[in-house]
């Protein structure tokens, strides 16, 4: 009896072993995972620190190989080309995301949510190609219009799936409450149901723009880049990944100071966007 | 669900109390924002306006605007030539430098002003071109070898030698062949790591023309063009990215235009010419290289040049016209522009082309440059 | 349901209506904008259809001076990057997923790194790309000279650990979510007749989520597939077949940004353009299937 008393006290203690190890090993693998965030966010600040000052936010960039120059025209131009982009695709992800949370049974909503997911996989660097032949060939030139174009393409798909989720959220009861007090239907959307739900739709449209500000392929032969501060939408524009990625592969010691610059810069934008979308999350909230 | 009861009317009162604190709510919301938006908009527009109030119906032709891609190559030359322009008279020139593969198809495409390249087009792509285009030289330049070393040695080769690196067949630095060549250098035992571009480049047509006249075996694989199949290597973008890798990977070789290795202290090579003589990259070399019978349309290689102390890999690099400027929606005004930009950088622009390396252009290439220039028109006026 | 009932009176009519046909003109732009899509990369890519056929996906000589293009060299980079990048990342998604979705499902410690796991999906590709080129390319350069390979630094293992990371994200917002809706009866089933923890999560959780886990990974695999940015300056740009993890590479997607605007040549771009349609077709997929295995798994 000892025996076999002992040999199950040996294996419930094995077991108890290989489970806390394994708590061990999943608490390491997860700090490991983050760790490269951590990396890159010290580095970047390290670097980029250094390099911004008055004049990298206000000066244009010098010709090759002088010194000095900022990032202001990037600055103006990623700003300003996703403006755009959120002007073009704000109204037509919110509209869409209506129809898909009003209709679910209907060929089209099938069809179209089929379409939603797929625009949402493609590659930016396919949208940039589509833009190209579709906008800039056409146009006879690059503009930061066809950029705006192919960052409300890549913007569209998360603002619809979230318009979408947030809406169905809503319970059935406000939305029927409405059109029994004869409140006409797309007053019913537009003045209480979308306001209600608003929390969640201006969250999803805060993180795709974060997602979409620091997009550089599909910019590549669309707004092309320039080295001149410029608010003509329909020239060429610079904008920060751009410069990123140019300076990045350059061989010139302060082309690359201005990159860390940049990157810092963007990646302060995005992590402002991020906080201000957690903000109105929590606060703007309607709790049913 | 809708009830009569009590509770149904609270709930549908305090339903539609909370959507007008909403409502409220969203509408202060919109306030701020919408203004905000409205003024970038009309901002962003006002800049789209300009260009109309100037008299010019399309919006990407901009007599106050022009747009210029291709090589690299001359980039650093560009660069400057364009800020004083802009300087001087007021004419922004955005030019971006996504090699001469890219400056070509461009101009065909119509999507910039002029395009830049120091490979000439071959007749096969001018037959393809939507319309005749003009090449006007605007500086010479010299395509050099250079290598990450300890110590940074400035090294010696022969055009065979060279080839056998290229193709892959020297695979080491103390490779007797180079040893032999380079007696007071000590060579490490390290790999040799080939870095060429990874995009259409007007550079390694240059380079490639040049490998062609001088190994046979280069000329039948991989041959001369602005994108080869490399038997060997690493590619990198632009010659910013070739020389950027070469300066970070020990062991690495690669080839790019003198200017790049002066900005960045990066050892040139000296190359034996046709003459026998090891020659440097230098102005003098380049220029001494031009020293032929200039072709009229100014499509012409320099490469292996026959002047005794001439650099070997040196070339001109162009700029790309079409010979009839009136097509698309474009403007007599922008036309004219982009000529007397032309003009420019082949005249008053040359003095910055000796400051930062490059040769200025020959007189003989000049006379031809300038005769070109006058054929070009708008419709059946000339523009000079 | 949008209703069916409007009201006579003429002016709210007329903006019921235009409201109605309003949202299903958008839907049906949706769907047009996609058919758009696929149509101009399709049309686009028929010169080099027609000109290389199959031939382009076994050709291994991208030629352009020859006008020979087979895209075999991409093809394999691109497959070879993504499934080490999947090979590298699963484990440490499976880790925080059951970090986030068994151990730590609330309180500080989990809203802190369920934001840095957010956080690693925000940071651009470029961003990625850049600090790859300074930050990792001279520790795998080191590792290279002590294993005596050529000391690139950038090639296939250095953009497929940058991929790992950045593909990371995805796979676990979507693990973590189905681990954390395992049925409390089943676990609590197996804790009341002995088991551990780790048993739990090895036996039961794991088995009831391995099709959810299964298209987290599939759509981290759509999205390392077309990462163009951080792989364009990371993988060295060769025309070749890499032999190594070591070596030199290229995918599609980079050759595409590195090339496209520079393509003379009709086969030329079309050759780039099919490769386009072929991502995108591939993306699709993978996306589709990835979607499915989650429908059937939440219904």
Redesign the interface.
Known sequence: MNDSKSEIEKQIAHRNRKNKRFKGVIIAATIISTLPLLFILFYIFRQGISAINWQFLTHLPKPVGEAGGGVSNALVGSILILLVSCIIAIPVGIVIGIYLSEETKSRLAYYCRLAVDVLQGIPSIVIGIIIYEWIVRPMGGFSAFSGSVALALIMLPSIIKSTEETLKLLPESLKEASLALGVPYYKTMLKIIVPTGLSGILTGVILSISRVIGETAPLLFTAFGSPFMTTDIFKPMSSLSLIIFNYATSPYEDWHQLAWGASMLLILMILILNIISKIVQSKWKVQF | MITTSKAGSHFISYSINKTKQLTTKMMKFKKSILPLLITAFALASCGGNNSQKEGNQDSDENSNGILGAGATFPYPFYSKVFDIYNKEKGIKVNYQSIGSGGGIKQLQNKTVDFGASDAPMSDEELSKSPAPIVHIPTCLGAVIITCNLPGDPVLKFTPEVLANIFLGKVKKWNDPNIASLNPNVKLPDLAISIIHRSDGSGTTYIFSDYLSKVSAEWNAKPGKGKSLNWPAGLGAKGNEGVSGLIKQTPGSIGYVELVYALQNKMPAAQLKNKAGNFVAATLQSSSAAANIDLPADMRVSLTNTDDADGYPICSFTYLLLYKDQKYNNRTEASAKATVDLVNYVIHDGQKYAELLGYAPLPDAAVKKAEAILKSVTYGDKTLQ | ???AI??KNNG?NF??K???K???L??????I?????FF??LV?SFPSLKALGAGFFYDK??????D?YGALPFLVGTLLTSFLALLIST???I??S???GE?YKKGIVAET?KN?????A??????????G???L??IV?IIE?KLNV?????GIITSSIILA?MI?PFSVSLSRQVISMVPDHLKEAAYSLGA????V?TKIIIPYTKSGLFAGLLLAL?RA?????AV??LI?????IPTGIFS?G?TM?SV??????????KIY?SA??EM?LF??VV??V???IG?QIIKRFTL
């Open positions: 349901m949008i209703p409007t009201f709210i903006k019921e235009a409201f109605k309003t949202l299903t958008s839907a049906i732009v949706a769907v904008i996609l058919i758009a899509i101009t990369l686009n000589t991208w030629d352009p001076v020859a020979e484990p440490f998604s880790a925080v059951i970090f986030l151990y790194f840095v796991i957010d956080l690693l925000g940071i651009p590709s470029v961003i990625y790309g850049f600090w080129l300074f930050v390319v001279p350069r000279i050529p000391p690139y630094g950038v990371i990371l551990t923890r780790f048993e999560i759509g597939l077309g990462e163009t940015m364009t300056m060295g740009n060769t025309h070749s030199p290229n997607a595409i940004a590195n090339e496209f605007s520079e393509a003379t040549g771009t780039l353009i386009g991502l995108f993306a699709t993978i996306n589709i979607k």
